[in-house]
Protein backbone atom coordinates (compact mmCIF):
# COMPACT_ATOMS: atom_id res chain seq x y z
CA UNK A 1 0.00 0.00 0.00
CA UNK A 2 0.99 3.26 -0.86
CA UNK A 3 -0.73 6.05 1.63
CA UNK A 4 -0.51 9.81 1.55
CA UNK A 5 -1.01 11.58 4.12
CA UNK A 6 -1.94 15.35 4.50
CA UNK A 7 0.73 16.07 1.38
CA UNK A 8 0.59 19.73 0.35
CA UNK A 9 3.24 20.90 -1.89
CA UNK A 10 4.59 24.54 -2.73
CA UNK A 11 7.09 25.17 -6.05
CA UNK A 12 8.03 28.92 -5.89
CA UNK A 13 5.55 29.60 -3.39
CA UNK A 14 2.60 27.95 -5.62
CA UNK A 15 0.31 25.31 -3.64
CA UNK A 16 0.25 22.65 -6.95
CA UNK A 17 -0.95 19.82 -4.17
CA UNK A 18 -2.96 20.72 -1.39
CA UNK A 19 -3.80 18.55 2.00
CA UNK A 20 -3.73 14.95 -0.41
CA UNK A 21 -5.03 12.19 1.98
CA UNK A 22 -4.88 8.74 0.10
CA UNK A 23 -4.31 4.90 -0.12
CA UNK A 24 -3.47 3.22 -2.90
CA UNK A 25 -3.67 -0.37 -2.32
CA UNK A 26 -2.10 -3.10 -4.62
CA UNK A 27 -3.84 -5.41 -6.63
CA UNK A 28 -6.34 -1.25 -7.60
CA UNK A 29 -6.34 -0.06 -10.99
CA UNK A 30 -6.88 3.83 -10.45
CA UNK A 31 -7.59 6.65 -12.98
CA UNK A 32 -6.73 10.30 -11.70
CA UNK A 33 -8.93 12.53 -13.61
CA UNK A 34 -9.19 16.21 -13.81
CA UNK A 35 -8.47 19.25 -16.20
CA UNK A 36 -4.85 19.85 -17.19
CA UNK A 37 -3.15 21.45 -14.52
CA UNK A 38 -4.93 19.78 -11.87
CA UNK A 39 -2.09 18.86 -10.19
CA UNK A 40 -2.63 14.75 -11.56
CA UNK A 41 1.35 14.86 -12.63
CA UNK A 42 2.34 16.54 -9.93
CA UNK A 43 0.74 13.53 -7.91
CA UNK A 44 2.31 11.37 -10.01
CA UNK A 45 5.61 12.80 -8.85
CA UNK A 46 5.40 12.78 -5.52
CA UNK A 47 4.29 8.54 -5.22
CA UNK A 48 7.16 8.08 -7.46
CA UNK A 49 9.40 9.72 -5.41
CA UNK A 50 10.86 12.27 -7.99
CA UNK A 51 9.30 15.45 -5.57
CA UNK A 52 9.03 15.51 -1.81
CA UNK A 53 6.29 16.92 0.18
CA UNK A 54 6.63 20.28 1.61
CA UNK A 55 4.29 19.17 4.18
CA UNK A 56 2.90 15.78 4.92
CA UNK A 57 4.62 12.16 4.02
CA UNK A 58 4.11 9.36 1.73
CA UNK A 59 3.91 6.23 3.78
CA UNK A 60 4.62 2.61 1.80
CA UNK A 61 4.14 -0.74 3.68
CA UNK A 62 7.53 -2.02 1.37
CA UNK A 63 9.94 -1.35 -0.89
CA UNK A 64 8.64 -0.94 -4.39
CA UNK A 65 9.94 -0.85 -7.63
CA UNK A 66 8.14 2.00 -9.68
CA UNK A 67 7.39 1.80 -13.72
CA UNK A 68 6.88 5.61 -14.84
CA UNK A 69 5.69 6.81 -17.66
CA UNK A 70 5.00 10.54 -16.41
CA UNK A 71 5.12 13.61 -19.31
CA UNK A 72 6.58 12.80 -23.01
CA UNK A 73 8.96 10.26 -22.90
CA UNK A 74 12.31 11.41 -23.81
CA UNK A 75 14.42 8.96 -25.96
CA UNK A 76 17.70 9.23 -27.72
CA UNK A 77 16.29 10.38 -31.28
CA UNK A 78 19.04 9.67 -33.75
CA UNK A 79 19.42 5.27 -32.05
CA UNK A 80 16.58 2.83 -32.68
CA UNK A 81 14.08 1.94 -30.60
CA UNK A 82 15.49 -1.18 -29.18
CA UNK A 83 19.11 0.49 -28.67
CA UNK A 84 16.94 2.61 -26.59
CA UNK A 85 15.31 -0.10 -24.46
CA UNK A 86 18.49 -2.20 -24.52
CA UNK A 87 20.24 0.87 -22.85
CA UNK A 88 17.64 1.56 -20.23
CA UNK A 89 17.96 -2.22 -19.51
CA UNK A 90 21.17 -2.04 -18.40
CA UNK A 91 20.65 0.09 -15.37
CA UNK A 92 18.99 -2.75 -13.45
CA UNK A 93 20.06 -5.71 -15.36
CA UNK A 94 16.96 -7.28 -14.74
CA UNK A 95 15.74 -8.31 -18.44
CA UNK A 96 17.19 -10.03 -21.26
CA UNK A 97 17.28 -8.74 -25.14
CA UNK A 98 14.62 -11.26 -25.98
CA UNK A 99 12.55 -10.11 -23.30
CA UNK A 100 12.72 -6.84 -24.75
CA UNK A 101 11.66 -7.93 -27.87
CA UNK A 102 9.27 -9.59 -26.92
CA UNK A 103 7.48 -6.75 -25.66
CA UNK A 104 8.11 -4.71 -28.69
CA UNK A 105 6.44 -7.42 -30.57
CA UNK A 106 3.53 -7.15 -27.67
CA UNK A 107 3.26 -3.67 -28.53
CA UNK A 108 3.40 -3.53 -32.35
CA UNK A 109 6.81 -2.13 -32.75
CA UNK A 110 8.83 -4.57 -33.45
CA UNK A 111 8.94 -4.41 -36.81
CA UNK A 112 10.86 -0.85 -36.46
CA UNK A 113 12.98 -1.78 -33.92
CA UNK A 114 15.73 -1.09 -35.61
CA UNK A 115 14.49 2.43 -36.93
CA UNK A 116 15.75 5.24 -35.04
CA UNK A 117 13.46 6.89 -33.09
CA UNK A 118 13.01 10.32 -34.98
CA UNK A 119 11.48 8.62 -37.30
CA UNK A 120 9.11 6.86 -35.47
CA UNK A 121 4.91 9.06 -35.42
CA UNK A 122 4.09 10.46 -31.81
CA UNK A 123 2.21 7.31 -31.20
CA UNK A 124 4.98 4.89 -31.61
CA UNK A 125 6.69 6.97 -29.33
CA UNK A 126 4.25 6.53 -26.34
CA UNK A 127 4.24 2.79 -27.01
CA UNK A 128 8.34 2.92 -26.22
CA UNK A 129 7.33 4.92 -23.70
CA UNK A 130 4.99 2.54 -22.03
CA UNK A 131 7.16 -0.52 -22.94
CA UNK A 132 9.84 1.43 -20.49
CA UNK A 133 7.48 1.89 -18.27
CA UNK A 134 6.23 -1.71 -17.89
CA UNK A 135 9.13 -4.07 -19.11
CA UNK A 136 11.11 -4.48 -15.82
CA UNK A 137 7.81 -5.90 -13.76
CA UNK A 138 8.19 -3.15 -11.33
CA UNK A 139 5.62 -3.38 -8.40
CA UNK A 140 3.86 -0.13 -9.08
CA UNK A 141 3.03 1.60 -12.30
CA UNK A 142 2.38 5.29 -12.98
CA UNK A 143 1.33 6.57 -16.07
CA UNK A 144 0.95 9.96 -17.42
CA UNK A 145 -1.83 10.17 -19.97
CA UNK A 146 -0.73 7.26 -21.25
CA UNK A 147 -3.41 6.84 -24.31
CA UNK A 148 -2.05 10.23 -25.84
CA UNK A 149 -1.64 9.60 -29.56
CA UNK A 150 -2.80 5.74 -29.23
CA UNK A 151 -5.13 4.40 -31.57
CA UNK A 152 -8.26 2.25 -30.51
CA UNK A 153 -6.51 -1.11 -31.21
CA UNK A 154 -3.06 0.01 -29.31
CA UNK A 155 -5.49 1.78 -26.65
CA UNK A 156 -7.08 -2.24 -26.31
CA UNK A 157 -3.41 -3.65 -25.36
CA UNK A 158 -2.69 -0.98 -23.48
CA UNK A 159 -5.79 -1.88 -21.20
CA UNK A 160 -5.48 -5.59 -21.54
CA UNK A 161 -1.91 -5.18 -20.37
CA UNK A 162 -2.42 -3.21 -17.22
CA UNK A 163 -5.59 -4.87 -16.38
CA UNK A 164 -3.22 -8.19 -16.01
CA UNK A 165 -0.85 -6.56 -14.11
CA UNK A 166 -3.27 -5.51 -11.76
CA UNK A 167 -4.20 -9.17 -11.46
CA UNK A 168 -0.48 -9.78 -10.38
CA UNK A 169 -1.52 -7.49 -7.60
CA UNK A 170 0.34 -4.43 -8.75
CA UNK A 171 -0.57 -0.99 -7.93
CA UNK A 172 -1.61 0.63 -11.26
CA UNK A 173 -1.79 4.74 -11.39
CA UNK A 174 -3.22 6.33 -14.30
CA UNK A 175 -3.80 10.34 -14.64
CA UNK A 176 -5.80 10.80 -17.98
CA UNK A 177 -8.38 13.78 -18.49
CA UNK A 178 -10.49 12.59 -21.35
CA UNK A 179 -11.69 8.73 -21.42
CA UNK A 180 -15.06 7.13 -22.93
CA UNK A 181 -16.83 6.19 -19.93
CA UNK A 182 -16.78 2.80 -20.97
CA UNK A 183 -13.24 3.44 -20.30
CA UNK A 184 -13.49 4.69 -17.06
CA UNK A 185 -15.76 2.07 -15.66
CA UNK A 186 -12.71 -0.56 -16.46
CA UNK A 187 -10.91 1.21 -13.00
CA UNK A 188 -11.66 0.15 -9.78
CA UNK A 189 -11.24 3.62 -8.32
CA UNK A 190 -11.76 7.11 -9.95
CA UNK A 191 -10.41 10.25 -8.05
CA UNK A 192 -11.21 13.56 -9.56
CA UNK A 193 -8.37 16.21 -8.78
CA UNK A 194 -9.19 20.05 -9.01
CA UNK A 195 -6.38 23.09 -8.53
CA UNK A 196 -4.47 20.46 -6.54
CA UNK A 197 -6.99 19.00 -4.25
CA UNK A 198 -8.76 15.96 -4.54
CA UNK A 199 -12.43 16.87 -4.47
CA UNK A 200 -13.79 13.11 -4.85
CA UNK A 201 -13.07 9.70 -4.79
CA UNK A 202 -15.33 6.97 -6.59
CA UNK A 203 -14.85 3.21 -5.38
Known amino acids: M ?25 GKMYLLKGHNGCGKTMLLRMISGLISPTDGRVETEEKYDYGVLIENPVFLDNYSGLYNLTYLALIQKKISNVDIENMMKLFNLYDVKDDKVKKYSLGMKQRLGLIQAFMENQDVILLDEPFNALDEANMNIVFDYINNEKKKGKIIIVAAHALEQARVKEFDCVISMDNGRIVNVNE
Do not use: A, Q
Open 2 to 26: IRLINVSKKIKGREVLKDINVDFLE
